[in-house]
Each structure stands twice: as structure tokens, then as C-alpha cells.
């Protein structure tokens, strides 16, 4: 069944929207350089679709490196705000920090980006000291520390990966 002209000029009108929103209003997009951050918050949906929007108009593969990189500190300043402010969020905020630094190494990995090697190295050693610092506030082997555990032991599997890359 074929839609009519005005149903195509609504989605073309929605999508020209959304990009213009994200240009002139996301203001992250523009501190992708800025590595350590605080956020007064976690990220809700409608940031987290921001994001993968912005993304998504990444054309250039360093580009989406750099956006990655700066969505795993982003990441990583909600990491330590669930820790300092809303413990009850920190499973969560843990399970999705790895997922991020996670989806940059195998991003990194597909497309043999090698120029960025050192930089992640770097990041992903600074961040582990970080990390374990958050780790020492709570009680060896309890719930929390375990979940911070499990980002450590991630960040050691993909510093180790990213220096291997050639």
C-alpha cells in the first residue's frame, strides 16, 4: 500500500527536526575532547538516544572513536556519581560503563584504527586507577565491589587487546 506524499513530507520534516535539535542543542557533542568530567546525574533514555543519534552521524571512523571515547568517560563520571550519590543505580551504572569501553575496543579492533592506540592505553590505565579507588569504599566481596571488580577485570581484557593491535 503506497503512502501519500504528505506522509513522506511529515517523516522528511521529523528527521530534518531531529538532526537540526541535535546540532544546535546537544551541547556534548561539542566536549568530545573533554576527557574527565562530573555529571549531576545518570544519563536517562532520552540523553542515551542523543547519543547514539549523534553517533550515528559520525561519518569518519576516528571521529566515532573520539565520540566513543568520550561516551566511556561520560560513562565512567556516572560510575562515579552512582558511587558517590546513588548507590542504588551502581550494578547498573557498572554493567553499562563495561558495555561502552567494550563497544569502543571491538570498534577500535574491526577497524584496525591504530593511530588511537596509545591514547586508549593511556585511558584505560588512568581509568582502572580510578575505578579502584571507587572500589575501596565498599566491603571486599560484597555485591558493589564485585560489580566494580568486573570493570577492573575489563579494563585490564581490553587494554590488553588494544596493545596487541598492529
Known sequence: MLESPNFYLKKLVFIVSVLFFLLFNYSDVLAVNDTLFKVDR????????????????????????????????????????????????????????????????????????????????????????IIESLQKKFEFESGWWLAIQHDINSLGIFKDKIKALN
Open 42 to 129: 545518570i544519563a536517562g533514555k532520552i540523553e542515551k538516544v542523543k547519543e547514539k543519534l549523534s553517533l550515528f552521524l559520525k561519518f569518519n571512523k576516528v571521529a566515532k572513536v573520539d565520540y566513543y571515547q568520550y561516551l566511556s568517560e561520560k560513562r565512567l563520571a556516572e560510575l562515579v556519581y552512582a558511587v558517590e550519590n546513588d548507590v542504588n543505580s551502581l550494578e547498573q551504572t557498572a554493567s553499562r560503563y563495561s558495555t561502552y569501553i567494550g563497544t569502543l575496543t571491538n570498534y577500535v579492533l574491526a577497524n584496525k584504527i591504530t593511530g588511537e592506540k596509545q591514547d586508549l592505553v593511556s585511558m584505560f590505565e588512568r581509568h582502572t586507577r
